[in-house]
């Protein structure tokens, strides 16, 4: 666990919330954009004020050590921390809170525990740090659930210096699992934007996306092998750095969010520690050149550890810049090697299509923690934190990712963002902003991420929230893009993910499922039933 | 098609075999290392003097003009091009001879075919270019069978030229293929030792391995989406650079054999042609030395597109380089920049284990064919047909691939060449070389890819090869490797890969596999049943 209270309402902890000044400067900014809108701030309950159900379930007596009913933990595990997780929490809805929280202390306890769960019929939500921001987590159905929190499963049982790699326990969060591994040089130098209150088998189960902008940033792509206790029986891969032994059996578990097994260790793929750092800003006066800069970069095999380009709306929120086509952040890194010739050519590149070089930047040592000292990183860390506490104050704060090829990012960007606009014109009267940044690139398309910002009405926000998302997301579904590149499915996304889906890939699907989980008790209503 | 005649014995056109001078060259070279063989040359029967049953299936009225049933023709797709293969087809085994060969004009023939063998209950084999060494393609059980030869659907159906990327039908050889890219100064860059008779469908079938080292040059990589024809209906993949949608469609059907339905086309990933290539080759003292030297470029983040570490045995007999420890080929390409920076970087890890540049060379202009004047890669795509010339001299010559990490490279490979020599000792009486190199390096380790020449006797090589090929295979499968790197399972490999797949993953393929194929028509006897 991160240290500091973990707040039972919002994002994270709450010691890392933001302090009233800065509360009232993001208002006093927020005010500049929307003005007219009530920011008045409504406070989080207490959980003991909340009318929560008594638990319905009775674990068998050999369990009963690890599980608990007590109502602020169940509360605490009731769902993730999306927009209209946190703002239903503020509202005080204890609908669809778990009846008890399992705390497996070994993979026997999982294992015992799935027996209990599904000679019992009873579903079961494998839960890491909570984060999800789709209803990954959340028993969204009638009828008993518990969560099963593997925190406690959170050890580094072995390194291999040699080949770089560690066995680890899925319960680990970031932080503990980079504490353990700097001393020896280490890192997985996996840094999504919730490191701090994810673990590892919640990123496999969703295959998260890192900071980094190109190569190994996902998850998939750091797993040399996985554990996984499924009620059929435990699912073990070897340690291979590759493999064509037919179809690989990782890539069916990487994604399955809970609904296949529960993920108890991977031997992961490390890093040495990056050494040479070097990064750059770019700003471009046109839009149409600031992407093809962009994909030049994405193109040229340079493969740069940072390759962000921000929209005008994002480049002023978030890095305080203001540009007429974008703001590109571009950074290289290395721990064999200084990387300012890489860097130099990516200037290049940018050059080419007007890109000026605003500031350009040299480490020499090491990061430390994964973290940076640059004004839109720490935004990027802050982020989530702002979100609520505009939530708190009646604003609609919501993100939506995506993929497309480059040829047909013009085209769609339009789309999602003509629909998005039109969800707040028709829900919000046209309060809100729409801002876009690609968090990574590939030579065949970017990335791109959506923030909105809208003025809505206290009370009604999730129900707004809720109509801008199935706006946009019907464009995305429509246009050929992914209904999430790495935020995961979850609940809030099944109905687009059916329709992305392949008919028989979901038949296949769904006859694993029914191999695996005979009685249907893993996270249902995710991905498959 | 390749150009040329097509060998309906042995490997890759008949044009392309050894001349006599060559053989005979071969031959002194090898009589060197194993005095006192029986060189006697055993040519092909023709396939008009074999006794070929007659066809068993009578196809309805509306397939008939897509099927045949020429003797010659069956005979020629009855196996792929295996060592053991090439020696039946010498000695006039023509069993396993399917009834007919289909060949589909369109991707709805494809479907018609389906549906008839669905129905009839008829085993049907997806065939590309009939280059498995695995026993990929041969209808290896009792009863009838239909070989569907894809060579019809060869059109590279779109280009999308911005996003880097072909819409390509899966029946195209590889020639073709980059015969149409190159024009539009574009590359698959996706060069297996089979790229001349193989296929872009059989690729994705069997996960092939390209040439390069390291990063994109395993086509799972080069994958965008996807076409597949099953028994259950199409299964489409969405064109997404990335996206995190549950597990990935595409991942269950490649390296999915044939046996969960008929890939009949895909988005690829192209590349730039590539303007800067250096290569340069290191020799090491000490084999230690060399491994070391590898793993350090390996781990470095510079990504050669060449990183081949050849043992002395393998130097001295592909390369003609007498070497103590090693001889390390490394490579660097880039269509965007120069890359003589990034050599000196890998030559400097090198020599800080001791590792002595022999050769270095420059070249200005993009490869021809992705083919090289190297002595090795030459070497490297003769080496099939000198296979075949020593094949009908009664020498045993095969390989075994797999993968590990760096920290078990030691102990494993000392592990398989002891199995290896044992049982070449019990079988030929000792009388053969074990040859090592690492076709693909990982940062968490080596693909080691095992070469074995040994005297065998005529008329019994299959059986010997058979023996030593299980004894390696257990070494493999018993101490944690892959039983296939990028040669794929096929029907040789499926003992060790039943050992090698978690039981719960069989489970879910085979759940999978009925779903998709519920009559079970689909490449019988490969991964599953």
């Given at each position: 666990m991160?240290?500091?209270?973990r707040?039972?309402?919002?994002?994270?902890?709450t010691?890392?919330?933001?302090?009233a000044?800065?509360?009232?400067?993001?208002?006093?900014?927020?005010?500049?954009?929307?003005?007219?809108?009530?920011?008045?701030?409504?406070?989080?309950p207490?959980?003991?004020?909340l009318?929560?159900?008594?638990?319905?379930?009775d674990?068998?007596?050999?369990?009963a050590?690890?599980?608990?009913?007590?109502?602020?933990?169940r509360?605490?595990?009731?769902?993730?921390k999306?927009?209209?997780?946190?703002?239903?929490n503020?509202?005080?809805?204890a609908?669809?809170v778990?009846?008890?929280?399992a705390?497996p202390r070994?993979e026997q306890?999982?294992?015992?525990?799935?027996?209990?769960?599904?000679?019992?019929?009873?579903?079961?939500?494998?839960?890491g740090?909570?984060?999800s921001?789709?209803?990954?987590?959340e028993?969204?159905?009638?009828?008993?659930?518990?969560?099963?929190d593997?925190a406690?499963l959170?050890?580094v049982?072995?390194?291999d210096?040699?080949?770089?790699?560690?066995?680890?326990?899925?319960?680990?969060?970031?932080?503990?699992?980079?504490?353990?591994?700097?001393?020896?040089?280490l890192?997985l130098?996996?840094?999504?934007?919730?490191?701090?209150?994810?673990?590892?088998?919640g990123?496999?189960a969703?295959r998260?996306?890192?900071?980094f902008?190109?190569?190994?940033?996902h998850?998939?792509?750091?797993?040399?092998?996985?554990?996984?206790?499924?009620?059929?029986?435990?699912?073990?891969?070897?340690?291979?750095p590759?493999?064509?032994?037919?179809?690989?059996?990782?890539?069916?578990?990487?994604g399955?969010?809970g609904?296949?097994?529960?993920?108890?260790?991977?031997w992961?793929r490390?890093?040495?520690?990056?050494?040479?750092?070097?990064?750059?800003?770019?700003?471009?006066?046109?839009?149409?050149?600031a992407?093809?800069?962009?994909?030049?970069i994405?193109?040229?095999?340079l493969?740069?550890?940072?390759?962000?380009?921000?929209?005008p709306?994002e480049?002023?929120i978030?890095?305080?810049?203001?540009?007429?086509?974008?703001l590109l952040?571009?950074?290289?890194?290395?721990?064999?090697?200084?990387?300012?010739?890489?860097?130099?050519?990516a200037?290049?590149?940018?050059?080419?299509?007007?890109?000026?070089?605003k500031?350009?930047?040299s480490?020499?040592?090491a990061?430390p923690?994964?973290?940076?000292?640059?004004?839109?990183?720490?935004?990027?860390?802050?982020?989530?934190?702002?979100?609520?506490?505009?939530?708190?104050?009646?604003?609609?704060?919501?993100?939506?990712e995506t993929?497309c090829?480059?040829?047909?990012?013009?085209?769609?960007?339009?789309?999602?963002t003509?629909?998005?606009?039109?969800?707040?014109d028709?829900?919000?009267?046209g309060?809100g902003?729409?801002?876009?940044?690609?968090t990574?690139?590939?030579?065949?398309?970017?990335?791109?991420y959506?923030?909105?910002y809208?003025a809505?009405r206290?009370g009604?926000?999730?129900?707004?929230?809720d109509?801008?998302?199935?706006?946009?997301?019907?464009?995305?579904?429509?246009?050929?893009?992914?209904?999430?590149?790495?935020?995961a499915v979850?609940?809030d996304?099944?109905?687009?993910?059916?329709?992305?889906?392949?008919?028989?890939f979901?038949?296949?699907l769904?006859?694993?499922?029914?191999?695996?989980?005979?009685?249907?008790?893993?996270?249902?209503?995710?991905?498959?039933?």
């Amino acid at each position: 666990m991160p240290a500091g209270e973990r707040s039972w309402w919002g994002w994270g902890n709450t010691a890392e919330a933001l302090t009233a000044e800065e509360s009232d400067a993001l208002v006093a900014r927020t005010a500049a954009v929307l003005p007219g809108h009530d920011f008045t701030d409504h406070g989080p309950p207490r959980p003991s004020d909340l009318d929560v159900p008594p638990s319905r379930l009775d674990p068998p007596a050999a369990l009963a050590a690890l599980c608990g009913d007590d109502v602020a933990d169940r509360l605490s595990h009731a769902r993730g921390k999306a927009f209209r997780d946190v703002v239903r929490n503020l509202l005080g809805r204890a609908e669809h809170v778990p009846d008890l929280v399992a705390r497996p202390r070994s993979e026997q306890d999982v294992v015992d525990l799935l027996d209990w769960c599904s000679s019992s019929g009873t579903p079961v939500i494998p839960y890491g740090g909570g984060s999800s921001v789709v209803g990954g987590v959340e028993p969204r159905f009638e009828g008993p659930a518990v969560s099963m929190d593997l925190a406690g499963l959170d050890a580094v049982l072995e390194v291999d210096t040699v080949s770089r790699a560690a066995r680890i326990q899925a319960g680990i969060f970031g932080p503990a699992l980079e504490d353990r591994l700097r001393p020896l040089g280490l890192t997985l130098r996996h840094f999504p934007q919730s490191f701090a209150h994810s673990t590892l088998g919640g990123w496999l189960a969703t295959r998260a996306g890192g900071h980094f902008a190109t190569l190994a940033t996902h998850i998939d792509d750091l797993t040399e092998s996985m554990r996984v206790v499924t009620p059929a029986g435990i699912s073990e891969s070897r340690r291979l750095p590759g493999s064509g032994a037919g179809p690989s059996p990782d890539r069916m578990f990487l994604g399955s969010e809970g609904t296949l097994g529960v993920i108890t260790e991977a031997w992961m793929r490390l890093q040495d520690r990056p050494v040479w750092q070097v990064t750059a800003s770019i700003t471009f006066e046109s839009q149409e050149d600031a992407i093809a800069a962009t994909r030049a970069i994405a193109q040229s095999g340079l493969h740069p550890s940072n390759c962000r380009l921000l929209d005008p709306a994002e480049a002023f929120i978030n890095a305080g810049a203001s540009v007429g086509g974008g703001l590109l952040l571009v950074g290289f890194e290395s721990a064999d090697h200084p990387v300012d010739i890489w860097l130099d050519r990516a200037l290049e590149l940018a050059a080419g299509h007007g890109g000026v070089v605003k500031t350009r930047r040299s480490k020499d040592s090491a990061r430390p923690d994964g973290d940076s000292a640059s004004t839109w990183r720490s935004s990027f860390l802050r982020m989530p934190y702002q979100r609520d506490a505009l939530a708190r104050r009646s604003l609609i704060v919501e993100t939506f990712e995506t993929a497309c090829t480059w040829e047909g990012f013009e085209e769609f960007h339009h789309t999602i963002t003509s629909a998005a606009r039109a969800a707040i014109d028709e829900v919000c009267g046209g309060a809100g902003v729409v801002t876009c940044r690609f968090t990574h690139v590939y030579p065949d398309g970017p990335a791109p991420y959506y923030g909105i910002y809208a003025a809505g009405r206290w009370g009604s926000t999730v129900g707004q929230r809720d109509e801008i998302k199935a706006a946009v997301s019907e464009a995305i579904a429509g246009h050929g893009g992914t209904i999430t590149h790495h935020h995961a499915v979850g609940r809030d996304h099944r109905p687009w993910y059916d329709r992305q889906r392949p008919d028989p890939f979901a038949a296949a699907l769904t006859a694993a499922k029914t191999a695996l989980d005979p009685a249907g008790i893993l996270n249902p209503g995710v991905l498959i039933r």
